[in-house]
């Protein structure tokens, strides 16, 4: 999907959470202090601002929304990944013959 097309879906779910709150754009715009027209190029998917997102999402009470976007984090320790280099140049290195002993006389 195209980013344009994604800011037009984007604005049409901030659209219809609006409506099923029974609010006007005035008043969602108003909640969010944001402008009228910010909010109007949100929903249309005309370009907006972050920020106009986020601010719109709390006036409606729908934050939860940018949980979503929050990648799965998972714990980093650079010694691990010091560790596993380490590793990995030890197994591509090529291995030594073993020695022979040379038979005494």
Avoid: C, Y
């Avoid at 986020?54 to 929050?70: F, N, P, Q």
């Avoid at 714990?75 to 090529?94: G, I, K, T, V, Y």
């Amino acid at each position: 999907m195209r980013s344009d097309e994604s800011e037009k879906v984007i604005g049409g779910h901030i659209r219809s959470l609006r409506i099923d709150q029974a609010l006007t754009q005035a008043e969602v715009a108003e909640r969010a202090n944001v402008s009228l027209g910010a909010l109007k190029h949100l929903e249309s998917g005309a370009g907006a601002t972050v920020r106009t997102l986020v601010k719109v999402l709390h006036a409606l009470g729908r934050e939860d929304w940018l949980d979503t976007l929050e990648p799965e984090t998972h714990p980093f320790n650079p010694l691990d990944l010091l560790s596993a280099r380490e590793r990995e140049a030890r197994a591509s290195r090529p291995r030594r013959a073993p020695r022979r002993k040379v038979a005494e006389r």
